[in-house]
């Protein structure tokens, strides 16, 4: 029961933010209120809640499958319009980057290596992770800014999307199919280890998306993913960046504390600008060219345009980009030039 009572707990709570959030109509509740609520939670009373990173990763499966679905190498071969874009656009974040880190060296007296790893928008536990490898670099202070930079963009990402009144409508599909949904799930999770030899970034998330990508390949009719799936799947992800944020993490100094919420809303606004410049260039709605911009995880982010009905392989393409820009060329750069 004690090992129990805390995953039982953060369940309800998660069903009571998405009940809230239901009721007050706002925007993804299944995912935004288990969030809300867990983070709540565990912020202002001191109950033992635990999410299993199991429960995470259902979710990511279910996710990844439900835009493995929407990939065709049609569509790859679309974004070839696009790749210089894309470059440009990982420099842009990145200098920008390099001139936060330097500012809040300086303010908030943060060591310059600390500072640049803390401002890189790149996947939370992949920077937690390599930063641990590092010398002289402060893993607590880096975790919190990547946490509060999660936080930010899933938080107020779809707000901000559903405020503009530009959400997409949802596009005409068939009837799905639980049965064929849940084969296509297991079918994932069996070629996981694959993924994982193949070292993609966030395989729970890539591995399902490139088995859709094969069955377009070989013309194999895929039904839509079932509406109920894609809740669990929000409830799973939200209760799970809603624990992130520790009560001992806002023991840092304040100076720390205003420059990690500081540096993600400066991302959050530049992005936004960044995202109205798409629109405008490449003729895309709002919510899919913010969500293909923002500073958000390559899952998180396609799970909101999931959720959102923006153009989700769009956006896995552009973050995927991002991802793969920081993990080549900027961190090695870090490791060989400041790192050392």
């Given amino acids: 029961m004690r090992a129990i009572f805390p995953i039982v707990t953060v369940v309800i709570v998660a069903i009571i933010g998405v009940i809230v959030f239901h009721l007050l109509s706002f925007p993804m509740p299944w995912m935004l209120g288990s969030l809300f609520?867990?983070?709540?939670?565990?912020?202002?009373?001191?109950?033992?809640?635990?999410?299993?990173?199991?429960?995470?990763?259902?979710?990511?499966?279910?996710?990844?499958?439900?835009?493995?679905?929407?990939?065709?190498?049609?569509?790859?071969?679309?974004?070839?319009?696009?790749?210089?874009?894309?470059?440009?656009?990982?420099?842009?974040?990145?200098?920008?980057?390099?001139?936060?880190?330097?500012?809040?060296?300086?303010?908030?007296?943060?060591?310059f290596a600390t500072a640049i790893i803390a401002s890189i928008p790149g996947g939370l536990s992949q920077l937690v992770v390599f930063a641990e490898e590092q010398k002289d670099i402060d893993v607590t202070v880096v975790t919190f800014f990547h946490v509060i930079r999660v936080l930010f963009v899933v938080g107020l990402i779809p707000i901000i999307v559903s405020l503009t009144g530009e959400v997409p409508g949802a596009p005409a599909q068939g009837s799905s199919n639980l049965l064929h949904n849940l084969s296509l799930i297991l079918l994932g999770l069996l070629l996981l280890p694959i993924g994982k030899k193949l070292r993609l970034p966030v395989p729970h998330f890539l591995t399902p998306v490139l088995i859709g990508l094969l069955l377009s390949l070989f013309k194999v009719d895929v039904d839509p993913m079932d509406g109920h799936l894609l809740h669990i799947a929000q409830l799973c992800i939200g209760a799970y960046i809603g624990l992130l944020l520790h009560p001992k993490s806002l023991r840092l100094p304040v100076r720390v504390l205003i420059g990690g919420i500081s540096s993600a809303i400066l991302l959050l606004v530049l992005t936004f600008f960044i995202a109205e410049g798409m629109v405008f260039f490449f003729d895309l709605d709002f919510a899919t060219s913010y969500l293909s911009t923002a500073p958000g995880g390559m899952d998180q982010m396609g799970l909101i345009a999931t959720a959102l009905q923006a153009d989700a392989t769009h956006v896995t393409i552009f973050q995927l980009f991002r991802m793969l820009f920081i993990y080549v060329i900027i961190l090695p750069i870090l490791k060989w030039k400041i790192l050392k």
């Fill in 37 to 111: 609520g867990v983070l709540l939670t565990q912020l202002i009373w001191k109950i033992p809640m635990k999410w299993p990173v199991m429960m995470r990763n259902i979710g990511l499966l279910i996710v990844g499958t439900a835009i493995g679905q929407l990939f065709t190498f049609n569509i790859l071969i679309a974004m070839k319009d696009t790749l210089l874009f894309m470059f440009m656009l990982n420099i842009v974040l990145s200098l920008f980057c390099l001139a936060m880190a330097y500012i809040l060296k300086k303010w908030a007296r943060i060591p």
